[in-house]
């Protein structure tokens, strides 16, 4: 069906079915009428579509986020308009909002934010200890409101006894219903706060300290001016609101969903590491900010429909967020999607400074359930939603019971995983086989590496912009190596070629981890079945089973003998138990004898390619095994991947304008890298070229473009580039830095 756009369509985000269920109704307008235009709330223009959503999201000159006169008075950025302190930056179009973005991306930088996971971990498990004995709670009142308030206070500097009163009162704009006693508490309680705020200025601004708001205080604009207090109280406002509510809401509206799907939350508490990648897939299906708005500066069309100055348009993040062309099964939620293009961050230059901050509270705060409340139930029909899940989507109350816990024992001191990018040096290259590598990673300085349990995993960001996982096969009792295999595969696509090429010693590659969605789960004994380079979890298994003198049989199969990699070493370590089948000598595995004479409650690991692993389970359910099965795929992930040849790489120099330092980026690192080392607070999130986060104008030469968020027409402009991936096709950038 096409769109009438001279009718008004019957669209309403606030309306009681909308409530009911956001993703099927905006499913409904998608298949209809993705772009339309409503009567409801002073009529609006609406969207869909998750190209659409981008598209207007990323255009400040036609679409302002600025307050105006158009369509009321009050918040601009939501549908309808409300009263509200303005918001500093989201409530302004570049280049007004750039100052205030300088003045807070080194606060919420990646690497600022990772000095901050101590404190994050330590206030979660405070606020636990606080009803863990108890055997009940309720999950917003106790945990998911008090948790982002403390920490978001803290950080920024404001005493203890501050916390819960600035906590509530926000909690309470975005859950009670308008006009309420409630509400007018919590516009009681935002007055309150922008007293706090005004107090706090001024007293740092007398006696700085090592806090947020000190930082703040302290910056300074390109010109060297001051920012003036009531610039400061809209920034300061802005990020306690957007550090506390929207986590609060992402946490709820996730605990309620797992409480609901017991087989996931047992995937998450048996698979810790799988929490990083299913923060992705919980931000996009239960985003908290559920749509905002823009105002229509002069005359355009969306998808076809008419948009005239002064009008104003909806963007959605829930229906991009649930677009089957991007998402595929979208309504679905699942652990391993490789979610990241989701825009519950939003996109363009109104992303979410916050986001590293909001990921990092919402995961200690499910680590803290998943370990110490691990049976937890939630009680449904004590459930309290928010009253519209128009604008803001998330859960008032949350009641849940679970077998009472001790309080938390000190802290062990243990290196945690590398959650930012960190440049690993590659010490030793060995072959493995033919066609396989061993790699060694250590830290530069030699130091010891976070710990690691076999089935673990590490992502590596190849010079070409490639993301690639590969098992850790080495010891866990060498703090200082990572090994990783490598299988030589010059048919795929470019990262086994390019990580051949290029690892030699000396060489460092930025990594992620370790994280593990293959964990070897205490068992009475063990098989394991590996194929090819699956191997490389399976010998770190093996070799931990070996220590713990638990009985194990483990039959390895390749395409011949000199292809399977590390057998001497798993002969070593297993003897007798096992057993190795080149193809083309023994066959393929016996699978049916295997499994038909499996032992007792015996668990099953199997790793390699994809068609030894569809006949394992296949068999396992033929014996009514599945329940012992435990598999690790390599499989591609969700995003398309657009490949570079890394050899055509060339190093060039980038000028940064506003400093005039000139850097030089060789060939075998990215734009990214070489900036890190220069610039503090540079904003960034995905790394891979998809969410815009790193968007920074070319002043000067002519960018290769290698992200998937310009348009065609942006990339022949050569205005702006994705830093994250990008290079250059001369000798020479000059960009806004």
Known sequence: MSADFDIDIDFDHHSDEANADPVAYYARFREACPVGRSAAHGGFHYTTRYADVAR???????????????????????????????????????????????????????????????????????????????????????????LPAAVTLDWLGFPEEDWAKLAGPIHDI?????????????????????????????????????????????????????????????????????????????????????????????????????????????????????????????????????????????????????????????????LDRDAGRHLSFGIGSHRCVGAHLARAMFRAMMTQVLTRLPDYRVIEEGLVPYPTRGNQSGWDAVPAVFTPGAR?????????????????????????????????????????????????????????????????????????????????????????????????????????????????????????????????????????????????????????????????????????????????????????RLLGGLAPDAAVYACGPAPMLAAVEQECARLDLTDRLHLERFAVGDDPETTFDAAENRAFEVQLARTGVTLTVPADRRLIEVLRDAVSGLSYDCEKGYCGACETRVLAGTPEHRDSVLSDEERLAGRTMMICVGRCQGDRLVIDL
């Open 408 to 592: 938390a024992t000190a802290a062990t001191g243990s290196i945690r995983a590398l959650t930012t990018p960190t440049p690993l040096r590659v010490t030793e290259v060995r072959a493995a086989a033919d066609g396989v590598v061993a790699v060694d990673l250590g830290l530069p300085d030699g130091g010891e590496l976070p710990r690691w349990r076999p089935g673990a995993h590490v992502e590596l960001r190849l010079p070409s912009g490639r993301l690639r996982q590969y098992s850790l096969c080495g010891d866990p009792a060498d703090a200082t190596t990572w090994r990783i295999g490598v299988l030589h595969e010059p048919q795929g696509r470019g990262g086994s070629v390019e990580l051949h090429e290029l690892a030699s010693p000396g060489a460092t590659f930025s990594v992620r981890g370790p994280r593990n969605h293959f964990p070897l789960l205490q068992a009475p004994s063990y098989l394991f079945i590996a194929g090819g380079i699956g191997v490389t979890p399976i010998l770190a298994m093996v070799r931990e089973a070996a220590g713990r003198g638990t009985p194990f049989t483990v039959v390895y199969g390749g395409r011949t003998r000199s292809t399977m990699a590390f057998a001497d070493e798993l002969t070593a370590i297993a003897g007798d138990a096992l057993t190795l089948l080149p193809q083309d000598e023994a066959g393929l595995p016996d699978l049916p």
């Open 56 to 146: 207007i999201a990323r255009d400040d000159e036609t679409f302002s986020s600025a307050r105006s006169d158009h369509g009321g008075q009050g918040v601009g950025i939501v549908i309808p308009k409300g009263p509200g302190l303005e918001q500093y930056p989201i409530e302004l179009d570049p280049p007004s909002s750039t100052a205030y973005r300088k003045l807070i991306n080194p606060l919420l930088a990646p690497e600022a934010v990772e000095q901050l996971v101590p404190m994050i971990e330590r206030h979660a498990a405070r606020v636990v200890d606080d009803f863990v004995e108890l055997g009940s709670c309720d999950l917003v009142r106790d945990l998911t409101n008090p």
């Open 174 to 334: 975005f859950a009670a219903p308008a006009g309420s006693e409630r509400a007018a508490r919590g516009a009681a309680g935002l007055a309150y706060m922008d007293r706090r705020i005004r107090e706090l200025i001024a007293e740092r601004r007398s006696e700085p300290r090592s806090d947020g708001v000190s930082t703040l205080v302290a910056g300074r604009r390109d010109d060297g001016g001051e920012f003036g207090e009531d610039e400061l109280v809209s920034v300061i406002g802005l990020l306690i609101a957007g550090g506390v509510d929207t986590t609060t809401s992402l946490t709820g509206s996730t605990l309620v969903h797992l409480a609901r799907h017991p087989e996931q939350r047992q995937r998450l508490i048996e698979s810790p590491g799988l929490l990083d990648t299913a923060t992705e897939e919980f931000l996009r299906a239960f985003a908290p900010s559920q749509s905002m708005a823009r105002t229509v500066t002069r005359d355009t069309e969306v998808a076809g429909c008419p948009m005239h100055a002064g009008d104003r348009v909806l963007i959605p993040w829930v229906a991009a967020n649930h677009d089957p062309a991007v998402f595929p099964d979208p309504e679905h939620v699942r």
